[in-house]
């Protein structure tokens, strides 16, 4: 099996994200490509539960793109998931027989436990990991709380995600009160060590550090303050989109819905009493090639 490549790809509700690893040694492995395509399946998904049309074909394209360097790497297992957007739309038995007729490739809608349990997988991959970590996943379309409970891993799923949030917003007060649902599941365990990962983690991140070349390796294991987020939360809702896209490290394809993902944050760390989240760059695409390089085994 040495040296076996192993594929993962992950259709997000703002972005489709791909990664290809080299098994090493029969347990870890070699990061060798990764890609993002910012391709917003979960578009107007609150307003009803359907895909568009043009949002399917956005994916679509971006997965053909995709399947460009699957093919050159030569890999050899492939899973590709589908998480928020895809599970609660109605015509998803649709967008999988397209994505199958136009791509050849076979997209298998992911519950949420089992996308909780990939995620939480890869987040702790290579991150110092204590008893009271919690993992958290702003999402476009939902966020996950994921955390190590005595009966096995914890999740808690809930509704509320940076493109959802955008499209339909929630005052402080009542985001509050739909985040709540899971926070009063994991207090009595605070104060805990939040690990984050997904966009909204990742572009803070990149804005308190004034990249403007995104780089994973030095993203991951970055702690976030909660002054710093709450900071950068004040100054983006005071600006313009315009504005927001001057601004260095901050992708121009998130300046409109990075201060909802912030505000989930926010709440998330007052509600849980932590002063810092621990970046992680490695989630459900890490846990996915965890997972195959265990089942290989």
Known sequence: MHNKKLGAVDVGTNSIRMLIGEVQDNKSFKVLETARNSTRIGQGMSEQPLLRTDAMERTIAGLKEFKLYLNDNKVDELRIVATSAVRDSKNKQKFIQLVKGETGLDLEVLTGEEEAELTYLGAINSLPVQSNSVVIDIGGGSTEYIWQGASGIQLCSINAGAVRLFEKPLSKVELKTTLNSALEKIKPNTPVSLIGVGG???????????????????????????????????????????????????????????PFGLEILLISMEELNANEIIVSEEGIMHGIIARLIHELN
């Not at 990249?211 to 983006?236: A, C, D, I």
């Not at 313009?240 to 490290?249: A, Q």
């Open 200 to 258: 909204t983690v990742t572009t803070a991140a990149l804005v308190e550090l004034k990249m403007k070349e995104y780089n994973p390796l030095k993203t991951h294991g970055f702690k976030l303050t909660y002054s710093s987020v709450r900071s950068m939360w004040q100054e983006l809702v005071e600006k313009e989109i315009k504005e927001r896209r001057k601004i260095v490290g901050l992708p121009s394809d998130r300046a409109d819905i990075i």
